[in-house]
């Protein structure tokens, strides 16, 4: 009766002996990594596995590991291998890496099980490959700023209703006009009873300053990615446009410590340095981009043009747009809004865009990295 008993405890014994020479002996290595590369594009690894004993190995498992834009797990792939006794196995994988930002790649852990699959041997790796993912330059066709570039060279005079340096006369006050500009003393003049608003004369840039927002309503890690994409690709096109047709462009956006960060001119070969300063997008409403479109409008040296991108067209912003539209400048919004929202949830989002058609403020609403439709 005890000869089934014996017999098990004699195949457990041999099984862990067999894992613990096994587990020993096999070893793994990575080859062919890459650095970086664009979004969209493959990067191949070759993945070897080495069985150094006198055994062969029935079972093992090779997981590779790919973590997303936050640094948690994203993916990850599992291969099953058996080896004769001193040979080795070499597969090759072809990831895609279809989101912008730094990931860590590479074999996390591999598994190596007995003959009955009852013990296994996890020899885990805490060296992780870095992969820098950079965004793509789309087409955004043709952008809708102020002529004033072509035709200064380089300082252009704008009559607006804010403070500036040279007092320009006066019109009838307009809606939205600031009570501070309102000329009391003349209007109270007027027997129509009529007010008057202060113009100034202010220099501007004929330039382009291009504002990305880094925050989104969107909690879902997945959505946020593609939002990120969509954030980056779009500002980064649009600077590259405005500086292939001849503005002096800015790029514009809040890092972590909350100041405003500002990149001059071509950024095309510039785009490593400034991944490492741009943040990941987060939740939030926009609230430091609202304060960068102040910043830029308020500025007497500020650009003439200021392009926002944004994944919150709401009221706010959109008030800050016409107020910039008001002060002289020449406001334009590209507004991300993913294309899986529900269909009232999308309506809600947009509704306030509306306001900017009738007041001449070019508007684009953008659903993906790749697809920029008009408003």
């Known amino acids: 009766g005890y000869v089934p008993l014996v017999a098990y405890a ?10 613990e020479v096994l587990g020993r002996s096999v ?8 650095q970086g590369c664009v979004r969209g594009e493959t990067l191949p690894f070759a993945l070897t596995v080495h069985n150094r004993s006198i055994v062969p190995a029935v079972r093992i498992e090779v997981l590779f590991y790919i973590s997303d834009l936050f640094g948690a797990e994203g993916s990850s792939t599992v291969r099953y291998i058996s080896l004769p006794p001193r040979s080795s196995k070499t ?41 820098k993912v950079l965004p793509r330059l789309v087409d955004v066709g043709r952008m809708e700023l102020s002529d004033d570039a072509s035709r200064e060279s380089l300082e ?19 809606w939205g006009d600031p009570i ?11 027997v129509d009873g009529d007010y008057f608003t202060r113009l100034y004369e202010t220099p501007t840039s004929p330039g382009a300053a291009v504002v990305v927002d880094l925050e989104s309503p969107e909690t879902d890690s997945v959505v946020l990615m593609g939002i990120f994409d969509a954030l980056v690709e779009v500002s980064l096109s649009l600077d590259h446009y405005a500086c292939a047709n001849g503005y002096d462009a800015d790029y514009v956006f809040v890092d972590e410590q909350g100041d405003t960060r500002r990149f001059n001119g071509s950024l095309t070969g510039r785009l490593p340095e400034l991944l490492e ?12 981009v609202l304060e960068a479109v102040r ?5 007497i040296y500020g650009q003439n043009n200021i392009v926002v991108c944004s ?59 790749s697809d920029i439709a008009v408003f």
């Open 311 to 369: 994944a919150n067209p709401g009221e706010e912003l959109v008030n800050a747009m016409i107020a910039a539209k008001l002060a002289g400048k020449s406001p334009v919004l590209y507004a991300v809004v993913p294309e899986d929202l529900e269909e009232h949830e999308r309506a809600e989002r947009i509704k306030a865009l509306r306001r900017l058609g009738t007041l001449g403020i070019p508007c684009s609403v953008v659903t993906a990295a």
């Open 27 to 34: 070893s793994f290595e990575e080859t062919g990594t890459a």
């Open 180 to 190: 501070k500009t309102i000329h009391w003393k003349l209007s109270s003049r007027n």
């Open 10 to 19: 004699i195949a457990l014994a041999l099984s862990f002996a067999y894992l």
């Open 295 to 299: 910043q830029e409008t308020n500025s």
């Open 277 to 288: 300063l741009v943040p990941q997008v987060h939740a939030g409403e926009g609230a430091a």
């Open 91 to 131: 597969f090759d994988l072809g990831v895609r890496f279809d989101h912008i930002g730094t990931y860590e790649v590479g074999i996390r852990r591999v598994e190596v099980f007995d003959l009955v699959g009852l013990f296994r041997s996890v020899r885990e790796n805490d060296t992780l490959h870095s992969v």
């Open 156 to 174: 252009n005079i704008r009559t607006v209703i804010n403070d500036g340096l040279d007092y320009a006369g006066v019109r009838e006050y307009r």
